[in-house]
């Protein structure tokens, strides 16, 4: 069997292998959060807008402190992750923050097996996509969960920043989608001293795969922009040069590192 056969038990498990490490990182700043910090970044605010009285569907949660901001400000919102681990742990800070945020755990492609719902918002942001092999069907299911007119809101790291090496010294992938990546890593972006290691495996998605999934399936393009900066520190080589803002630096602002996309179903 190879790995692309069994690649969702592969992320599962590695998921869940970060997880532990995550909650109690600098990067995730649980305690702060659960005194009431925002996980969402002004990219992300500005596209949701006001969100009070809308019920939202967030894939790829993590550990739903994105879901769990969403419900203080006043939204009804599930969150859908593939890790086990990161969804038990999801339901336990929606009770410490006590908000009413609903969690499956469930491969997004098979979400219709577990959700019968519309939703006025689907969200989903940061280093999402590039675990999904197939944009088309990702792009049906956020269409089957959108009402007439609702919003799919999207912030995600630019398909540029993942076709460099590590330390972003050379070109290592093909920036269009090809053969499934399949690697291991020591430690994880959020704390890369943490002593753990997992496989996993990924896949590059170009900006025309993206956009043309979501037409293909229904939506319509509203805005797209692009960001010569990451909000999150979660590269090797970063410089924070405004705050909250962090860059390859010795690439400075030459490439795109993010990429926003708001669509309405038709």
């Known amino acids: 069997m190879k790995p692309t056969d069994n690649y969702i038990e592969i992320n599962k498990q590695s998921w869940n292998n970060r997880t532990d490490a995550h909650l109690k990182s600098e990067f995730y700043d649980v ?88 939703y006025d918002i689907v969200f989903t942001s940061y280093g999402v996509i590039g675990w999904l092999p197939d944009m088309d069907k990702w792009a ?54 943490a002593d753990l290691s997992q496989e996993y495996v990924m896949w590059n998605h170009s900006m025309s795969e993206v956009l043309n999934s979501l037409i293909n399936n229904g939506l319509e393009i509203t805005s797209m922009n692009e960001y010569d900066y990451s909000p999150w520190n979660c590269f090797n080589k970063t410089i924070e040069f405004e705050p909250g803002k962090f860059r390859i630096e010795h690439l400075k602002n030459n490439i795109p590192m993010l990429y926003a996309v708001e669509a309405v179903k038709k």
């Open 31 to 118: 305690e702060g959060f659960l005194n009431g910090r925002s996980s969402l970044k002004s990219v992300e605010l500005d596209l949701l807008g006001d969100i009070k009285g809308k019920n939202i569907l967030h894939l790829q949660c993590h550990f739903g402190q994105d879901t769990i901001c969403m419900g203080r400000m006043g939204a009804e919102c599930t969150g859908v992750d593939l890790a086990d681990k990161a969804i038990e742990n999801a339901r336990e800070l929606a009770l410490k923050c006590d908000v009413d945020a609903d969690f499956i755990c469930c491969d997004i492609y098979d979400l219709p097996k577990h959700l019968d719902k519309k």
């Open 140 to 193: 049906e299911i956020i269409g089957r969960y959108l009402k007439p007119q609702g919003r799919f809101v999207m912030v995600e790291f630019h398909p540029v920043v993942w076709i460099f090496d590590d330390d972003f010294q050379y070109v290592k992938y093909n920036y269009f989608k090809e053969d499934a990546i399949i690697e291991s890593e020591t430690g994880t972006y959020a704390d890369r001293e």
